[in-house]
């Protein structure tokens, strides 16, 4: 699975983005698919993950971001409301293929995207 992540920017705070990854391969509904975010100096961090039962997020996005999946066009989405500068960083979008796999774990993981970047201006 080859994934290309898109849709960052620069946005004032309290406004709002949608992210796309795109998939190539004909297996892209059978993955669980997550996003991910890195801030310079910081670890890589969970953000959201869309699984066969529904939607998974990190307390720190929950109500203002929206992960969804559009299985028929092979692409993730992640739609982020009232943005704030602490969610400045750079967002990577995965896929993974484990049975049983833990899909706030990036380790959990198969396949990754290129990364985009999301700044929030205060």
């Known amino acids: 699975v080859q994934l290309q992540a898109s849709g960052g920017g620069l946005v004032q705070a309290g406004g709002s983005l949608r992210l796309s990854c795109a998939a190539s391969?004909?297996?892209?509904?059978?993955?669980?698919m997550g996003w991910f975010r890195q801030a310079p100096g910081k670890e890589r961090e969970f953000v959201a993950a869309?699984?066969?039962?529904?939607?998974n997020y990190a307390d720190s996005v929950k109500g203002r971001f929206t992960i969804f999946r559009d299985n028929a066009k092979n692409t993730l989405y992640l739609q982020m409301n009232s943005l704030k500068p602490e969610d400045t960083a750079v967002y990577y979008c995965?896929?993974?293929?484990?049975?049983?796999?833990?899909?706030?774990?990036?380790?959990?993981?198969?396949?990754w995207g290129q990364g985009t970047q999301v700044t929030v201006s205060s």
């Open positions: 995965a896929a993974s293929g484990i049975v049983g796999g833990r899909p706030d774990v990036s380790r959990d993981y198969d396949y």
């Open positions: 391969g004909r297996t892209f509904m059978r993955y669980t």
């Open positions: 869309v699984t066969w039962n529904g939607g």
